[in-house]
């Protein structure tokens, strides 16, 4: 079983940076693809970044990308979304999320853990 702890998020301008961290407890983590995904209130949740086991493999949305980097550290148990460039529409609670298995993926059906979610407020 996989906890993922995320931290980090917060109120900051337009146009600010913010990085959030997510801490995972399991034994598993260097074999875990690892996600980001956010929602919106009223809105559905979506993928925001993702990286595969090793980090090789990155994904990112159109609407952040050249603005979000996802990275990992897996001596650290540690997934990071460092957030540059911040719009007020990327306002949302900010999840992440681990498979069982090292591939990364996109779809948030593909994930088996969640952490509890971040919040991230961009005001204008």
């Known amino acids: 079983q996989e906890q993922l702890v995320e931290s980090g998020g917060g109120l900051v301008q337009a146009g600010g940076s913010l990085r959030l961290s997510c801490a995972a407890s399991g034994r598993t983590f260097s074999s875990n693809a690892m996600g980001w995904f956010r929602q919106a209130p009223g809105k559905e949740r979506e993928s925001v970044a993702a990286?595969?086991?090793?980090?090789?493999?990155?994904y990112y949305a159109d609407s952040v990308k050249g603005r979000f980097t996802i990275s990992r550290d897996n001596a650290k148990n540690t997934v990071y979304l460092e957030m540059n460039s911040l719009k007020p529409e990327d306002t949302a609670v900010y999840y992440c999320a681990a498979r069982r298995i090292g591939i990364g993926a996109v779809g948030d059906y593909e994930y088996d853990f969640w952490g509890q979610g971040t919040q991230v407020t961009v005001s204008s």
């Open positions: 990286i595969n086991w090793s980090g090789r493999w990155t």
